[in-house]
């Protein structure tokens, strides 16, 4: 099989502001270099290698001028744009559970956590502005350290 890695994963949004600040603010990814499409969006990386081309897209939505959006990547249902529809969730490997737990209180955003069972991951599942349903695995050595595990 020629797969090597999930590239990125892409969001449509009403609400490209509230999608820029989750990803960056939240998880704490970087903004950087997009392609200059005839659509609103931004790309967002990982540390400051922009080599892969970012692992998460945010695509927005412009109600006045759809038409790049439709040329580009085609229309979709706007019921289609809220939630992960057929995907269940999106998950990132991470460390620093202690800091995204109080950038979470600290911003006030519901979560859950939940230990695997003989995998060693302490799992926190949390959503982003449009619906989509974000895991972020840690290793349960960091749990184990603030007592949750």
């Known amino acids: 099989m020629g797969i090597r ?17 989750f990803y960056t ?11 200059p499409f005839k659509f609103p969006g931004i790309w ?14 945010i695509i927005g939505i412009d109600p006045h001028d759809a038409q ?17 529809g057929a995907v269940d969730h999106i998950a990132f490997l991470a460390t620093g559970l202690e800091a995204m737990r109080a950038r979470l209180a600290a911003a006030g955003l519901a979560f859950t956590e939940r230990t695997v069972p003989s995998l060693g991951l302490f799992q926190l599942f949390l959503t982003d502005p449009s619906g989509v349903t ?16």
Do not use: C, Q, W
């Not at 974000?134 to 595990?149: F, H, K, Q, V």
């Open 68 to 84: 790049g959006l439709k040329d580009y990547l085609g229309d979709k249902d706007e019921a289609a744009l809220n939630g992960t």
């Open 44 to 57: 967002l990386y990982a540390g400051d290698d922009e080599a892969d081309f970012g692992v998460v897209h």
């Open 134 to 149: 974000i895991e972020m695995n840690y290793p349960n050595d960091e749990a184990r350290s603030l007592g949750l595990a």
């Open 25 to 35: 603010e939240i998880l704490g990814l970087k903004e950087g270099f997009r392609p």
């Open 5 to 21: 890695k999930l590239g990125h994963y892409s969001i449509r949004t009403g609400d490209l502001e509230a999608s820029r600040r």
